[in-house]
């Protein structure tokens, strides 16, 4: 039981910088949508970007594990 709970302990302190970056990316993405709301193209790809990024992070995750 004891070495279960470390490992919660350091996925915690892990994750926690990894929710920031995420809140600032996606407080910048919207930011960028609202500018960009005129030209549709450019948002789609943004949004593109955005998924490529996410499916990143998670392989990343993963391997850390």
Known sequence: ILPAVSKQKKKHTKSVPHERERKK???TNKKKQQQQEEEQSQV???KGNAI???SEEENTDLRDL
């Open 25 to 27: 990316l996606t407080e």
């Open 44 to 46: 789609k790809t943004e």
């Open 52 to 54: 490529q990024k996410k």
